[in-house]
């Protein structure tokens, strides 16, 4: 099973409806999709800074808004479906979606904390679902694989490199939207080449 992370920002790219449909393709291989939160998680940013919303609820509104850009991308991909459960991942042919909100809304064990974002959200993810690899689809490509300067650099979010640790999943790949191709070769042999992964 691989777990696959599609930024928001990804949201108003060309190639993202080409990409839904080379992730469906693939079903049967045994995927999970993770949203990112993209502008819905951007307006709660603002919200916060003008309102003073706590950070308690600001992350579980950010937990829906990766939840209504999970709902853009099935609609934009038939063959993708909502899930919020582990056991519901596997109960359908497509690809699950994942919706983490109730999955996640009460645990204390995850920062409340936009040091916290999708990135290691699916990371946690592929942690519980002992997946054999994480892959996070992103606008531009990474120019290091040195995790901790990604993170530095918020090509990752902060907390990515304790998660990495928590999680124990051995394979966590970047690449970019603009190069379909590699993703679409690691999907045909079922492996991560190591010019795609972080370390």
Same mark, same amino acid.
């Given at each position: 099973?691989?777990? &696959?992370? &599609?930024?928001?920002?990804?949201?108003?790219a060309? @190639?993202?409806?080409?990409?839904?449909a080379?992730?469906?393709?693939?079903? +049967?291989?045994?995927?999970?999709?993770?949203?990112?939160?993209?502008?819905?998680?951007?307006?709660?940013?603002?919200?916060?800074?003008?309102?003073?919303? #706590?950070?308690?609820?600001?992350?579980?509104?950010?937990?829906?808004?990766?939840e209504?850009?999970g709902?853009?991308?099935?609609?934009?991909?038939?063959?993708?479906? +909502?899930?919020?459960?582990?056991?519901?991942?596997?109960?359908?042919?497509?690809? +699950?979606?994942?919706f983490?909100?109730?999955?996640?809304?009460?645990?204390?064990?995850?920062?409340?904390s936009?040091?916290?974002?999708?990135?290691?959200?699916?990371?946690?993810?592929?942690?519980?679902?002992?997946?054999?690899?994480?892959?996070?689809?992103?606008?531009?490509?990474?120019?290091?694989?040195?995790?901790?300067?990604?993170? @530095?650099?918020?090509?990752? #979010? @902060?907390?990515?490199?304790?998660?990495?640790?928590?999680?124990?999943?051995?394979? &966590?790949?970047?690449?970019?939207?603009?190069?379909?191709?590699?993703?679409?070769?690691?999907?045909?042999?079922?492996? &991560? +080449?190591?010019?795609l992964?972080?370390?």
């Open positions: 099973m691989w777990v &696959i992370k &599609i930024g928001g920002s990804l949201e108003a060309a @190639a993202l409806p080409a990409l839904l080379l992730l469906a393709d693939y079903a +049967p291989s045994g995927l999970v999709i993770v949203p990112g939160g993209g502008r819905f998680a951007e307006r709660i940013r603002q919200q916060q800074r003008e309102t003073g919303l #706590d950070d308690v609820t600001a992350h579980r509104r950010a937990l829906l808004a990766m209504q850009y709902a853009l991308l099935c609609e934009l991909e038939p063959r993708l479906y +909502p899930v919020a459960r582990l056991d519901e991942m596997t109960d359908k042919a497509g690809v +699950p979606v994942w983490p909100g109730r999955m996640l809304a009460a645990r204390t064990d995850i920062p409340a936009w040091q916290v974002t999708a990135d290691s959200l699916a990371l946690w993810l592929a942690g519980e679902l002992n997946a054999d690899a994480l892959i996070l689809v992103k606008s531009v490509a990474n120019n290091t694989h040195d995790v901790r300067e990604l993170a @530095a650099s918020t090509y990752l #979010d @902060a907390y990515f490199p304790q998660m990495m640790a928590r999680a124990g999943v051995k394979t &966590i790949a970047c690449v970019s939207i603009d190069h379909p191709k590699a993703l679409q070769s690691a999907l045909n042999c079922g492996k &991560i +080449p190591t010019a992964r972080v370390y």
